[in-house]
């Protein structure tokens, strides 16, 4: 059985893991911002800059992992749901790489998220059976209520990259996000009304990632995400996080948390922390897996099918 590469190509960044399906193993992963969303609030469209950084994202993971020696599974997500240009875009990227993704919608994303969610809580013996997971993004946020084998879902055009090049604003943002994330609110009361209440928060992508290697004291050259899964955020830590990273200089932000990230990160955090007040929590679980994950063993299941 051919080992599979597993490609999401967020909004922000690029993520791909090889996988064994016969072993269920994790051969290698790769990670990248590559700012797919980068002016797309104000162009519609994704920029020849940021096709030209996916471009070199993918060759590098071929030079890592192999395209010729795999099967490769690629999907994408809200960017590219939402530019004008996303045909030509994925087009351009089949014919210079050979990689075809799929543009996936909420509900897929969702599905992949949560059974990467669920396969690491497995891996760390937490047995969690009614939880919320939040999936914060570049260009939208997914908010997944999970009851036993039933969960809901829905995605919301709330990212980090939209939101700080929309209002490039911090302290707008922070007096605003209320209103901004009503219909996330709206959402998550009538699933609680209907359903009842969760036992837990959980969230994965970069800013609780992130947040999650702060507090942990790594940095941007040191991340290790097996110190990650299962770290515990507070609203304190937020807060703390995010003052901290204010008051750093470029230079100690960069050796924090990467070239060019602080002003999408502390975006991130304040959709973060209004999450905790929409679903009522004051602590969240923070996992390092996603839809990469979630794919990868969406793929192993259906050759172990066949």
């Known amino acids: 059985m051919r080992d599979i590469i597993a490609i999401d190509l967020g909004s922000n960044a690029i993520r791909a893991l090889k996988i064994n399906c016969n072993r269920k193993e994790f051969i290698s992963s790769f990670h990248k911002t590559v ?10 469209e994704i920029s020849r800059g940021a096709l030209d950084r996916v471009l070199k994202a993918l060759d590098e993971i071929d030079r890592e992992m192999d395209f010729s020696n795999s099967t490769v599974k690629a999907v994408t997500t809200e960017a590219l749901r939402q530019a004008s240009n996303s045909r030509e875009v994925l087009d351009e ?3 210079k790489t050979g990689v075809i993704f799929n543009i996936i919608n909420g509900d897929d994303e969702a599905k992949y998220a949560l059974s990467a969610t669920k396969n690491r809580l497995e891996k760390l013996n937490l047995n969690i059976e009614r939880f919320v997971l939040a999936d914060i993004g570049g260009a939208s946020t997914e908010l997944i209520f999970n009851y036993g084998d039933r969960f809901f879902s829905k995605s919301f055009p709330i990212g980090i990259v939209t ?33 009842g209440e969760v036992e ?18 790594l940095t941007y050259s040191t991340y290790d995400s097996e110190k990650i899964h299962g770290t515990i955020l507070t609203r304190e830590d937020l807060d703390i996080q995010l003052n901290n990273l204010l008051n750093m200089s470029k230079r100690e ?23 905790y007040n929409i679903c009522n929590f004051n602590s969240s679980i923070v996992i390092d897996d996603g839809i990469r994950e979630g794919l990868a063993l969406s ?8």
């Open 299 to 306: 793929e192993c299941a259906k050759l172990s099918e066949r």
């Open 253 to 275: 932000r960069e050796e924090a948390i990467g070239v060019g990230r602080e002003d999408l990160i502390a975006s991130g955090i304040v959709i973060y922390r209004e999450l």
């Open 200 to 217: 837990k928060f959980i969230a994965i992508a970069g800013t609780p990632t992130t947040l999650a290697s702060l507090k942990l004291g």
């Open 163 to 195: 939101l700080t090049q929309k209002f490039n604003n911090l302290d707008y943002l922070k007096e605003n996000i209320s209103n901004i994330m009503l219909d996330v609110k709206y959402f998550s009361d009538e699933v609680y009304k209907n359903y």
């Open 35 to 44: 700012g797919t969303a980068d002016n797309l609030s104000h162009t519609g």
């Open 93 to 95: 990227i089949k014919s």
